[in-house]
């Protein structure tokens, strides 16, 4: 299993660009999130995913999209990238609340952003 | 607002040390406290934790948790370089789709 993987690892953009972040999990998870993380400030939920075709925000929405299409795709989109996107974004999975063994976020490697 | 904040921010020890690094929370509807590690790249799971005062051990790492002081300690007895990484506490609640609240992290760094 690979587990949760991300494309692309790496991505320079300049002010105002888009982009699209995949996230990809194959351990049938119906929970699915995007955070972001910043020096000292740990890890912000920027949006989630219950299950396929629905979406939520999170902490941080602003400036950001999400899908989810596909049970094991989770998408995020930067329509227009501005320099406060600069930073280290990960997606994560996991199972639902109600399975308590398997409790834990799965992440994936993420993904370092910086807008120009 | 849900709020988990960890001590110390950072800290720096020599290889043998014992480190303690503190979680405290103000959740509603608390599940669980888990810990992991975070290295260069994506945090790995150490502990999970849901009963006050029962130990969770795995070597040289070990866990508990408090509820009624609103808090978790993770002890790193005998440390390694490879020790060196930044920890994150995050608190899941019961909403209906298991919120997780992380702290900022407490970056350790080992030296030889």
């Known amino acids: 299993n690979a587990g949760v993987t991300q494309t692309p690892k790496f991505r320079v953009l300049k002010t105002g660009q888009s982009m699209t972040l995949l996230c990809a999990q194959d351990m049938n998870h119906e929970y699915m999130y995007w955070y972001r993380q910043d020096p000292g400030m740990g890890l912000r939920l920027i949006h989630y995913?219950?299950?396929?075709?629905?979406?939520a925000k999170g902490e941080v929405p602003d400036g950001y999209n999400v899908s989810r299409l596909k049970k094991q795709n989770f998408l995020l989109g930067l329509e227009s990238a501005a320099p406060s996107q600069t930073s280290v974004y990960f997606c994560?999975?996991?199972?639902?609340?109600?399975?308590?063994?398997?409790?834990?976020?799965?992440f994936g490697p993420g993904t370092r952003l910086t807008v120009l | 607002e849900d709020k988990v904040v960890q001590s110390p921010l950072s800290l720096v020890v020599h290889e043998g040390d014992t480190v303690t690094l503190n979680c405290s929370y103000e959740v509603t509807n608390f599940r669980s406290l888990l810990w992991y590690k975070q290295e260069k790249k994506a945090p790995t799971f150490l502990f999970m934790l849901t009963s006050s005062g029962i130990e969770k051990k795995s070597g040289r790492l070990s866990s508990i948790l408090d509820k009624k002081e609103l808090s978790s300690i993770l002890n790193i007895t005998a440390t390694q370089t490879g020790d060196s990484a930044i920890y994150l506490c995050a608190v899941k609640t019961t909403d209906s789709w298991g919120k997780f609240q992380f702290g900022a992290g407490t970056q350790v760094v080992v030296t030889p």
């Open positions: 995913s219950v299950g396929e075709g629905t979406t």
């Open positions: 994560a999975s996991s199972y639902p609340t109600s399975i308590l063994t398997y409790n834990e976020q799965f």
